[in-house]
């Protein structure tokens, strides 16, 4: 899986159906910073 501390997964280890889309992996990115978590924190 995903061993960083950082955002960032790449499209490719999420697990999905084909005809399910899935939101980019840079803007996942951007959403995980601006909402500014600490430790501990998740965001749903």
């Known amino acids: 899986m995903w061993k960083y501390r950082t955002p960032g997964i790449p499209d490719e280890l999420f697990e999905r159906a084909e005809e399910v889309p899935i939101t980019k992996e840079e803007v996942r990115v ?4 601006k909402g500014r978590l600490e430790q501990g924190q998740v965001s749903i």
């Open 30 to 33: 951007i959403q995980i910073s």
